[in-house]
């Protein structure tokens, strides 16, 4: 379901076995949790609710206002796609769920130049699934301020330039901290999929030379 809905959303998408590793990034504690690819993983706080493979995600202010609705934003843009999920049956329709990762996904993907590189239009594309592409698109002005930073490149350049907040949010871990290590990790996940992608004929060969350029940037 994830690379036929992918193909079908995404088509021609140079790298297909990332979308596998954002949702084991996003549904896994540990790969032997029983929460890992599983549709009822769920995230919940007085604050905030994520569901699902892709952890769609609504939050609220600390009144009881609803802060955002991410959702309900995709069913108004996406309406004959995302008709049937809701969010009283959105833990037990993991197609829709997957659909509405893709969706959300892609949305921050083709806003990005294509002057940029493919491999830092992917990271940003990524921060910005978990962040919001507002704030990645201040975190690149700020870059464009900083002395000796790109803002058409991820590692060591734009993931240096956080706008978020740095007080912790989760244990020992800031909203800059999450946002940074969502890339990394989702990074490295990638080459493993993308090898089961390959025997599959989901990939091609000619994917690798992204999939070296992303380890190598991964590891610094």
Sequence with gaps: ???????????????????????????????????CWNAKSRLKTSREEGAGLGQITRAWYKNGKLRFDTLAWLKRKYRKELKDLTWKNIYNKPNLQIRAML??????????????????????????????????????????????????????????????????LYG??????????????????????YFYYLTK???????VIYVIKI???VSG
């Design 1 to 35: 379901v994830v690379y036929k809905e992918s193909v079908r959303l995404l088509p021609n998408f140079p790298l297909y076995s990332y979308f596998p590793a954002l949702i084991e990034h996003e549904s896994c504690i540990t790969l032997c949790s029983k929460r």
């Design 103 to 168: 969706l959300l996904w892609r949305n921050n993907y083709y806003r990005f130049p294509k002057t940029i590189s493919f491999v830092n239009r992917l990271a940003f594309s990524d921060v910005s699934y978990n962040q919001g592409f507002y704030r990645t698109y201040r975190d690149r002005q700020l870059c464009k301020l900083t002395k000796n930073c790109n803002p058409k490149v991820w590692f060591n350049n734009v993931e240096k330039t956080c706008t978020a907040s740095h007080k912790y």
């Design 172 to 193: 020992h871990r800031s909203p800059c901290d999450i946002s940074r290590h969502h890339v990394r990790d989702v990074f490295t996940r990638i080459p493993k999929y």
């Design 201 to 207: 004929g989901y990939d091609k060969w000619s994917s």
């Design 215 to 217: 380890s190598n940037d």
